[in-house]
C-alpha cells in the first residue's frame, strides 16, 4: 500500500493486539509517533496515512477505507482535528463499520491509548482511550 507507514511489531503476539491508526494532516502522525517512543519505547501495531498536499481527497478516502475494512472493533482510530479531512473520511466510513476514533490528538492522548491497549490485549482499546480522553480534555 503506497502512502501508508507501517511500523512493525518485533515481539510475538499471544493474542490479537489491538492496532491504532493514525490519520493526520501531514507528517505530524509520524512524528508523534517517533515522540511517543521517546516516552514509552518501541511502538506496536502502530501505523498511519498522512493525508499531504499530493494525493486528493477521494485518493486520500480510498486508502483509508481500504485500510478500515482491515481493521476490528478492539483496535482504535486516532485522528488529528475534528471536521478535517482524516476525521471526515472516518465518519463516512463508520456508517459502514463500527470502528472506534478519538479527535483531537496530542502526545498524551496516543500515550494512554498505547499504554490501554497494553493493559487489555485482545480487550476493547477504545473505551479506555475514550475516558482517559475525556479526562485530558475536560482538565484543560
Known sequence: MEGVVFIKNKVKQE???PKIL???????GSELIKSAELVIGKMENTEFIPLTSDISVTAYQEKVFSRLTQLNENDIV????????????VALFSKQKKIPAIAGLNLSIFISCSINRQEKRGGRTGSGCFKRSRKQHSAN
Open 15 to 17: 493474542q490479537t493486539f
Open 22 to 28: 493514525v490519520l493526520t494532516h501531514g507528517f505530524f
Open 78 to 89: 486516532l485522528v488529528d482535528l475534528l471536521g478535517g479531512t482524516p476525521s471526515n473520511t
